[in-house]
């Protein structure tokens, strides 16, 4: 049999240099979502078959690594689908929901979640998208009100200020606007996951395709052009405007527009000139657990999305007896990577370490002598590295420069 030295395709590996830059946005990341209240926790990396397959996920329910069970259990399988019992997290999410269901006696009331792990989708692997990746979450559990909304965009714009990233643009949506469009056009109700799905494709095949992927489903040409009239043109405005609310009466409670100006107006409002906010009526979110106003943050220039969430009240209650609120803002750290290292956005100071070149045949005395000297550096807060000379001094030190090395000791043996 022979080894395969690369790894799986979509699961990335990361180098020592690699690795500084991504630890030292991780601490900025928590560092800053801390002074908002955030509180880390962490969840498991394998989750119940049952709750990733609830019908909760969208397409991504398509996309789980799925666990085989082990031993009798595994024999006793009658089928396929009876072959698996847990699979690897599609997001962190659903694991939150299970978390919070059976602890929640012991948490504060609301409570305000940070979470920063991996998760994997059985994806097809490209620049910035991976089959595993690192999210980094935070959430606000038990709050009906939009200050979860508004704490969550927030914390999330100036995080990524922190970061330098700036040209940011939140786009703000509901999804009982996405529905009230939907039933307005005579849509049937068992329809609106696959309707919204194709929706959120707008972006990528275009209004016309769009339509024909509508029409595709049995719905009617006149249905779907009113459908689709709502996203003609400038599809982005200041707000949910009083033109959209007319035509959307009937449909949908008022106090859900009010609700979302008010989300985006106090957003505005608390992060002048570190964002655009915008109200887009095609933004949909994949995931159909979303009850009420979605997010997503794109930058502007790029063409890319680095974060989305919203509020997903009746997850939870799927876990316990009773329903809990729920609002929540995702961070794709593999995207954030890339715009900083492309873009040169962080400049790390050089370690300033040291390191002990020892010869292999160094005396016991001076080798014990070195690693005293070292220790005493280290105990100062130093880094410091002691390392047998390699036949190649001038290619070790080119070497160790590259991850931080300024400063060589070599014995004189």
Known sequence: MNFIKTPVKGMPEKTPNQMVLREYIIRKIKDTYKTFGFMLIETPLIEHIENLT????GENEQLIFKILKRGEKLNEATNLSDMCDCGLRYDLTVPLARFYANNMENLPVPFKALQIGESFRADRPQKGRYRQFTQCDIDILADETNLAEIELISATVNMLNVLNIKNVKVRINDRAILKAMALSCNFSED????????LDKLDKIGIDKVKQSLLELGLKQQDVDKYCAYFDGNKENENCDEKLATMLKGYIDENVIDNLNEIISSSKHLLQGK???VFDPTLVRGMSYYTGPIFEIELEGYNLSVAGGGRYDK???????KNVCACG?????????SVITDNNLISLDSTNATAYLVSKNCSKEQKLSILQKANEQRSNGQIVSVVTKSNN???QKETLKKFG???FVEDRT
Request: proline residues 0%; hydrophobic residues 45%; aromatic residues 14%.
């Open 54 to 57: 609830n019908k909760q996920g």
């Open 191 to 198: 329809l609106l996951d696959t309707v919204f799905i194709i």
């Open 405 to 407: 090395y300024t400063n």
């Open 275 to 277: 964002c655009n906010i």
């Open 315 to 321: 997850m939870i209650g799927n876990y316990c007896s």
């Open 393 to 395: 001094v001038k290619f």
């Open 329 to 337: 803002f995702s961070i794709g750290l593999e995207r954030i990577i």
